[in-house]
């Protein structure tokens, strides 16, 4: 009874536990943001800060948080940018992905790049859509072979009774394109994401942080100071 009691206790205090975080305090200290500083094209002023990024040294400065939902549920998770250009951010999955099938529902997603070693962030929101299959064959063709072969072992998402099953699918697959290239699945390719709206967050003192968001109402690019 006494043991029945004190796991009792130890599973309310569980329960009730609080971890207290408020004494973990930053400064932005950077650097400012000013309207001067941004061009006036939303890729060209991306493709500079992430030129950026990769000269700092940030970690897999291509790492992006991808926020999907559909009707019942918001996810996310990283992904990894592949190439952007003017029509958009491209990144790459299994098409019957957890990911892939809430894009089918909604295609409406968001993208952030969380550069914290330089006291930014990037925000994009937009839609997204499959590019063709021919623009997912020539990055498929420009993986590694294993990579490739990785593609066809992995049901994404899907439930996996051990990570030897795992291995074993893909030993099955390795042994299977042995011979050759490894073709496109039919079910793995690119998303683009067409961006409604791009936001460029850079720290600032007092947490009065700097943010201009470029949206598009008809043809050109507007830039906006918003309140941090």
Known sequence: MRDENLTSHLLKANVYMKVDLTKLRHEFLQGGLKRDD????????????????????????????????????????????????????????????????QIEVNSNVALLFPWLALERQIKISGRA???????????????????????????????????????????????????????????WGGYRVIPDTIEFWQGGEHRLHDRFVYTKPVDDWVINRLAP
């Not at 000269?55 to 992904?79: F, K, Y």
């Not at 021919?134 to 009774?161: C, N």
């Not at 050759?180 to 079910?187: K, Q």
Request: hydrophobic share 35%.
């Open 38 to 101: 941004l061009d006036d094209d939303p890729f060209k002023q991306f493709s500079h800060w992430f030129k950026q990024a990769e000269e700092a040294g940030v970690i897999e400065p291509s790492a992006m948080t991808l926020a999907t939902a559909d009707n019942l549920e918001i996810s996310c998770r990283t992904v990894l940018l592949k190439y952007f250009d003017y029509q958009g951010f491209v990144f790459f999955t299994n098409y019957s992905s957890k990911k892939s099938k």
């Open 129 to 187: 859509e499959r590019i063709s299959s021919v623009e997912s064959l020539k990055y498929f063709a420009s993986r590694p072979r294993d990579t490739q072969i990785g593609a066809w072992a992995s049901q994404q998402s899907s439930h996996l009774s051990s990570r030897q099953a795992l291995l074993g699918q893909f030993e099955a697959m390795k042994n299977k394109f042995k011979q050759g290239d490894v073709p496109l699945p039919d079910f």
